[in-house]
């Protein structure tokens, strides 16, 4: 009887323990575990988490095992509750164990974090915002965007939205790095990138008045419950880093894999396998029904040269006048445009004191005797305010696209042609949803096969950057281009090089409609088509026509001289149009003359598919 009653009490452990394993398992691959945990897909199978910092695992080998982190979590969890060990576990991981809590039938007690709570009450949660300030091309991490959470409160209003709290992931760079060493580590993830929550104030001042970037802010579809899932998670990844990379890893990305602790069936975050541009990731809240319609909140510069569009050349030279620290030319003006001409002087002093960083002890005074002159007229300012764009970030095309094209040669024989970029947008492109006169192409390669058979590289250009900065009445602004890669070059046939060009210059007129530019430039040569390196000076001009919504022509010309080449120039003339069928559809044609040891003409035709 008592082996009986051994056999039967082995057995019924043994199937306690093998139906605990069991579930274990399952709960391990969880979707819901695993994006507590920022595992994904490992490139050779199995698991592999994003966070790159030991303090985020319980377990030794948690950042490649959902299931002994898992298994780690529960013996952290299931320890006495007076134990001081366990309380630390519960409090530093509140999403894992609320979670868990729902899934394991026990008596595990409620949450007890007096810290968690003195930060919750704090920050007094009731939605989420997300931001999004438009691309800053004067750095190399800004150039596509940027988006960060504002965490609204219970009592917000509109008036309160800035006292508010914003959640942002950005890199931690080594301050003595320049642009270009910040620009490569952060291609391939050399800086850790960390999330911070800070008053949203200070993110307005660094992107909408210091760095002059218009900002999106749309209102996500999120209960309170759902808030409070997304803090309890953010609250544990206080201590956690992770690897930061521009082009996929990033702020957005980052943010997605937190917004969607939301809920257990929300993903976010799989559909971006090799890049995530921040356009994209707001799309992808678009298409999961998160986003509710955005306010658009003008840049400090968008709103000076608005102003300044409603004041002739006489008004504004008295402004400039006033901002020196001369006396208010009352001439025959009105009283309200004695107001826009104070006005306008108040801002533009403004707007210099933080984009020039001017001493505060030399501009508070003139400030402050402005704002004195416009308190004597009871007049209400006379100035509109910029008018919405047509269409906010996540309305424009699609940042990846490929091209099936044709090319017909004079003398040579002609191509079909397929082409693919990874990011992001040119300056032919629909402008909605972009940013006027500004082009950041990344990894666009193009193969080709002639009508004989033959096969070739056409071109592979890793990165083809433009701003195109206007000069007008308020900003003196400089323009600029850099481009590297492989094109081809006549030469009886076409041959290849290896190339890197940068320039700098001026531009007039419009973006939004008319616009030419003119840029001095140098650039470096080696390949097939030079026998060593080669050295050209030369300049870059062209003219951007945006005839309406649809179509764009573009005229451009460069010509380089060779300092120690066998050829003494190079050049090339072109004539482009494009003509948007859709927000993701286009033809684009375009008319070439290229001249290096031979001269060289081409016509071409192309269809071109965003996604």
């Known amino acids: 009887m008592k082996k009986i009653f051994f056999v039967l009490s082995i057995a019924l452990f043994s199937t306690y323990v093998n139906a605990q394993s069991f579930k274990n398992d399952t709960l391990a691959t969880d979707p819901y575990w695993l994006k507590l945990g920022h595992y994904r897909g ?34 952290a969890f299931s ?36 810290e968690l709570q003195a930060w919750q009450k704090i920050i007094n949660p009731k939605g989420v915002t997300l931001v999004f300030p438009t691309a800053f091309m004067n750095s190399p991490s800004s150039m596509f965007g940027h988006t960060l959470l504002r ?58 008045d210091l760095e002059s970037r218009d900002i999106w802010e749309y209102k996500l579809n999120l209960s309170e419950l759902q808030v409070e899932l997304i803090l309890l998670h953010l609250w544990e990844l206080q201590s956690a880093t992770f690897d930061y990379f521009f082009i996929d890893e990033n702020c957005s990305y980052q943010l997605l894999a937190l917004l969607q602790l939301a809920q257990e069936d929300l993903d976010l975050t799989s559909s971006f396998n090799m890049q995530a541009i921040p356009s994209d990731t707001v799309a992808v809240l678009r298409n999961n029904n998160l986003l509710q319609t955005p306010n658009y909140r003008p840049a400090f510069g968008t709103k000076l040269y608005h102003y300044s569009t409603q004041m002739t050349n006489e008004q504004l030279d008295d402004a400039r006048e006033l901002m020196q620290g001369g006396s208010l030319n009352t001439r025959n003006y009105s009283q309200s ?82 082409a693919y970029r990874l990011a992001y947008h040119d300056l032919l492109d629909s402008s909605a949803g972009f940013i006027p006169g ?37 900003f003196d602004s400089w323009s600029w281009n850099f481009k590297m890669g492989f094109d081809r070059q006549p030469n009886n046939i076409q041959q290849g090089r290896w190339f890197a060009k940068g320039g700098y210059g001026k531009s007039i007129g419009n973006p939004n409609t008319l616009h030419g530019y003119l840029l001095g430039q140098v650039e470096f040569n080696n390949g097939d088509i030079t026998d060593n390196l080669t050295t050209g000076i030369g300049s870059e001009a062209g003219a951007i026509w945006q005839i309406n919504n649809s179509h764009k022509l573009a005229l451009t010309a460069n010509i380089t001289w060779l300092i120690d080449g066998q050829a003494d120039k190079h050049s090339d003339f072109a004539i482009k149009w494009n003509y948007s069928l859709s927000r993701n559809l286009s033809i684009r044609t375009e008319l070439k003359n290229q001249h290096w040891y031979t001269s060289s003409t081409s016509a071409k035709f192309a269809i071109q598919y965003y996604f």
């Open 337 to 418: 445009q004695l107001v826009a001409i104070l006005e306008m002087a108040y801002e533009w002093l403004n707007f210099e004191f933080y984009d020039k960083a001017l001493k505060r002890e030399e501009i508070a005074p003139r400030l402050t005797k402005l704002l004195l002159m416009r308190s004597k007229y009871k007049v209400a300012s006379p100035f509109t305010k910029p008018s919405r764009p047509i269409a906010s970030p996540e309305q424009g095309h699609g940042s990846s696209k490929v091209t099936f094209g044709r090319t017909e040669y004079a003398h040579q024989s002609d191509l079909t042609s397929f």
């Open 151 to 208: 965490i609204d409160a219970k009592d917000q209003t509109r008036h309160k939205e800035l006292l508010a709290f914003a959640v942002n992931f950005a890199a931690e760079p080594n301050g003595s790095d320049n642009a270009a060493m910040y620009a490569l580590k952060g291609l391939i993830g050399s800086y850790p990138g960390k999330f911070s929550l800070m008053p949203y104030y200070k993110k307005v001042r660094e992107y909408n």
């Open 42 to 75: 490992a490139t050779l199978g199995g698991w592999k988490s994003e966070v790159d910092s030991a303090e985020f695992f319980l377990s030794p080998i948690g950042k490649t095992s959902p299931l002994d982190e898992l298994e780690a979590t529960i013996a």
């Open 438 to 474: 500004a082009q950041i192409s990344f990894f666009d390669i193009e193969g080709a096969i002639s009508d004989r058979g033959n096969t070739r590289l056409e071109h592979f250009y890793l990165l083809d950057a433009m701003s195109l900065a206007p000069d007008n009445r308020v």
């Open 79 to 114: 320890g006495k509750n007076t134990d001081p060990k366990t309380t630390q576990s519960r409090c530093r991981f509140p999403a894992r164990y609320k979670w868990l809590k729902t899934k394991i039938k026990n008596n595990w007690p409620a949450l007890n974090c007096p």
